[in-house]
């Protein structure tokens, strides 16, 4: 890079920081440009719930595959394959010319994303010693922080300034400067024996995961005992019974379920399963009070909740330092109480509430949010080799969709269709039961197990 040295660990970590930002503002941006989308495609509110649905269904078909195609394929190869899709997608969803030509480009934007997160997470992780988890966590926790809140602010602008056609434009120049930059300055990783691809994991894992997340998204506008919830629910259940069953007895799994036997490994993805749920549950619910009851449009809203991703932000280079000095198990569980407290302090926000009041509470659950993700991402892979990243990678961030899905579904299931603000107070309330599980998996880590992470470099 000319006179300037750059660490190879950082070009990894550009580059992921990129393709994650534009895969995590994917999931928000689009929600304000529905009603939109309706109105100049004429489509059902049915209809356009696919747009949203079919991109979460295609990331969980291609996820859990993602570790083996990286393993066998080379992680530079399969991480800039997963960019170029995404970024055609996203330029075929700006053209789309009707809602069924636009949910389709959303599937195929989903098979990017589905493998750009994890195989970047497997790549960020190789890159970085064990001594440096922390910090890479503390990149990580970069876009994490900034996407999903700035999604609406941006797509709200966007649609109102300009054209929902550009809240995918938006995608290109990132994704074609970011693929540039992979194909001249990362190297190729492949391991020696991924093992022949497991097509019955593939399709069990893809199958199950799909069907459970449609029902997931389905089950708070159709009710729980719907027919297509109940089915789909089931169905998807016990395509990932056969999945846990085939994974244990395949000696080359896809998905290698026994890194769940790692007692680090498994209490930091139980915990992060509960980060996450709480992240993604209130960024759908606080948008939906302060636009439906306060009356906010969706530009103020964003504004509103933006102060979460300046905490998290602000704390991320406290976080790394801290990390090798408190532990992973004291800091998570000290991450949780201040997230579950600020989900208790939403119980007291009313009509007539200051908005200044509630972004001192996103900006406090932002600081909250750093400490955790900093710590659960550096100790779930303390104790894993480097052999094992990309399958270890891959479980995680199925974790964390799943996790994601999960509390929007719960809290969205609660809210139900009172317009009210003890209905918004009550599915406050049932994020708090999230944060206090999170507690209780947050002290079954050992700080022990993660030595390798809490040991300084020099």
Same mark, same amino acid.
């Given at each position: 890079?000319?006179?300037?040295?750059?660490?190879?660990?950082?070009?990894?970590?550009?580059a992921?920081?990129?393709?994650?930002?534009?895969?995590?503002?994917?999931?928000?941006?689009?929600?304000?440009?529905?009603?939109?989308?309706? +109105?100049?495609?004429?489509?059902?509110?049915?209809?356009?719930?696919?747009v949203?649905?079919?991109?979460?269904?295609?990331?969980?078909?291609?996820?859990?595959?993602?570790?083996?195609?990286?393993?066998?394929?080379?992680?530079?190869?399969?991480?800039?394959?997963?960019?170029?899709?995404?970024?055609?997608?996203?330029?075929?969803?700006?053209?789309?010319?009707?809602?069924?030509?636009?949910?389709?480009?959303?599937?195929?934007q989903g098979?990017?994303?589905?493998?750009?997160?994890?195989?970047?997470?497997?790549?960020?992780?190789r890159?970085?010693?064990?001594?440096?988890?922390?910090?890479?966590?503390a990149?990580?926790?970069?876009?994490?922080?900034?996407?999903?809140?700035?999604?609406?602010?941006?797509?709200?602008?966007?649609?109102?300034?300009?054209?929902?056609r550009?809240?995918?434009y938006?995608?290109?120049?990132?994704?074609?400067?970011?693929l540039?930059?992979? !194909?001249?300055?990362?190297?190729?990783?492949?391991?020696?024996?991924?093992?022949?691809?497991?097509?019955?994991?593939?399709?069990?894992?893809?199958?199950?995961?799909?069907?459970?997340?449609?029902? !997931?998204?389905?089950?708070?506008?159709?009710?729980?005992?719907?027919?297509?919830?109940?089915?789909?629910?089931?169905?998807?259940?016990?395509?990932?019974?056969?999945?846990?069953?085939?994974e244990?007895?395949?000696p080359?799994?896809?998905?290698?379920l +026994?890194?769940?036997?790692?007692?680090?490994?498994?209490?930091?993805?139980l915990?992060?399963?509960?980060?996450?749920?709480?992240?993604?549950?209130?960024?759908? !619910?606080?948008?939906?009070?302060?636009?439906?009851?306060?009356?906010?449009?969706?530009?103020?809203?964003?504004?509103?909740?933006?102060?979460?991703?300046?905490?998290m932000?602000?704390?991320?280079?406290v976080t790394?330092?801290?990390?090798?000095?408190?532990?992973?198990?004291?800091?998570?569980?000290?991450?949780?109480?201040?997230?579950?407290?600020?989900?208790?302090?939403?119980?007291?926000?009313?009509?007539?509430?200051?908005?200044?009041?509630? +972004?001192?509470?996103?900006? !406090?659950?932002?600081?909250?949010?750093?400490?955790?993700?900093?710590?659960?991402?550096?100790?779930a892979?303390?104790?894993?080799?480097?052999?094992?990243?990309?399958?270890?990678?891959?479980?995680?961030?199925?974790?964390?969709?799943?996790?994601?899905?999960?509390?929007?579904?719960?809290?969205?299931?609660?809210?139900?269709?009172?317009?009210?603000?003890?209905?918004?107070?009550?599915?406050f309330?049932?994020?708090?039961?999230?944060?206090?599980?999170?507690?209780v998996?947050?002290?079954?880590?050992?700080?022990?197990?993660?030595?390798?992470?809490?040991?300084?470099?020099?």
């Amino acid at each position: 890079m000319g006179g300037l040295k750059v660490s190879y660990k950082w070009l990894v970590a550009i580059a992921f920081v990129a393709g994650l930002f534009m895969d995590l503002m994917d999931v928000t941006i689009v929600n304000v440009a529905l009603p939109t989308l309706g +109105r100049d495609f004429g489509a059902s509110t049915n209809t356009l719930e696919w747009v949203v649905t079919g991109y979460l269904i295609s990331l969980a078909i291609w996820i859990p595959a993602s570790g083996w195609i990286s393993d066998r394929f080379g992680s530079k190869k399969t991480f800039a394959f997963a960019l170029a899709v995404f970024t055609i997608g996203s330029a075929l969803c700006g053209l789309a010319w009707s809602d069924s030509s636009l949910i389709a480009f959303r599937l195929l934007q989903g098979v990017g994303g589905g493998m750009m997160t994890p195989v970047g997470t497997a790549m960020l992780f190789r890159a970085f010693p064990p001594a440096e988890r922390a910090r890479a966590s503390a990149v990580v926790t970069v876009p994490t922080a900034i996407a999903p809140a700035l999604g609406p602010v941006l797509g709200g602008w966007l649609v109102d300034n300009a054209s929902w056609r550009w809240i995918f434009y938006v995608n290109l120049p990132v994704g074609l400067a970011t693929l540039v930059f992979v !194909l001249l300055f990362l190297r190729e990783h492949k391991e020696p024996d991924p093992g022949k691809f497991d097509v019955w994991g593939f399709f069990s894992a893809g199958g199950g995961l799909a069907l459970v997340l449609y029902a !997931l998204s389905q089950a708070p506008a159709h009710g729980w005992t719907s027919t297509a919830v109940v089915v789909s629910g089931l169905l998807g259940i016990v395509l990932i019974g056969l999945l846990v069953v085939l994974e244990l007895w395949r000696p080359d799994p896809m998905l290698r379920l +026994r890194l769940f036997g790692d007692r680090m490994f498994r209490y930091a993805n139980l915990s992060m399963f509960m980060v996450y749920a709480l992240l993604l549950g209130v960024l759908f !619910l606080l948008p939906l009070f302060l636009q439906e009851l306060r009356g906010l449009s969706a530009l103020k809203s964003g504004l509103t909740t933006f102060p979460q991703a300046l905490g998290m932000l602000l704390m991320v280079p406290v976080t790394g330092r801290l990390y090798p000095r408190v532990g992973p198990r004291r800091m998570l569980v000290i991450a949780l109480v201040g997230i579950t407290i600020t989900s208790a302090l939403f119980l007291m926000v009313g009509l007539e509430t200051s908005l200044w009041w509630i +972004r001192a509470i996103m900006f !406090l659950r932002g600081i909250s949010m750093s400490f955790a993700i900093v710590a659960a991402q550096a100790a779930a892979f303390a104790s894993i080799r480097s052999e094992e990243t990309g399958r270890a990678s891959a479980l995680f961030n199925t974790n964390r969709q799943v996790a994601a899905s999960i509390g929007v579904a719960v809290l969205a299931t609660v809210l139900g269709e009172h317009n009210s603000v003890t209905a918004f107070h009550h599915a406050f309330a049932a994020s708090i039961v999230f944060g206090l599980v999170g507690i209780v998996f947050a002290l079954g880590i050992h700080d022990e197990d993660a030595a390798a992470s809490i040991r300084r470099s020099t």
